[in-house]
């Protein structure tokens, strides 16, 4: 198991996003300040993720993500592993808290399940559907560079 990301489940993503491309200047790999999603290289070989609390809680097909915690999340650990369903059986059986079932989100690219860890914090386990292509630029900078 690797972690490949931290994701923060932010309120108000265009300025999160803005913040952290143009204040800290983190090269957005991908996303836009329109796309509620965003991912930033951080050169440590993990990736820093922005995402729109209300698209993850929409993702578990809640609006308040979990009815035990006060409020929706606000940070989801990602970790990649070779098998989601393997690795997701291992860790009910060892006690994780499941939030959900492995399934395919095509639309993300993944194949994930989710759980919770002791504490109420959400992790995320996944792999990709199709195998990731390392791109020469960041897609932000390609689709400027196109307009």
Known sequence: MRCSYIRLLV???????????????????????????AEFDVRSGTRLALNQRE?????????????????????AVIFEVDDVDEEAARLTAGGARQVMEPRDWTAWGIRAAHFRDPDGYLLEINRPLIPMVELDEPVRDMESSEG
Request: net charge negative; aromatic share 12%; with cysteine.
């Open 11 to 37: 309120n108000d993503y265009e300025a999160c996003f803005h913040f952290y491309s143009d204040v800290l200047g983190l090269p957005v790999l991908w996303g836009d300040e329109k796309s509620r999603y």
């Open 55 to 75: 698209v993850m809680a929409e993702a578990l097909e809640t609006d308040t993500a979990d009815p035990e915690l006060p409020h929706q999340d606000r940070l």
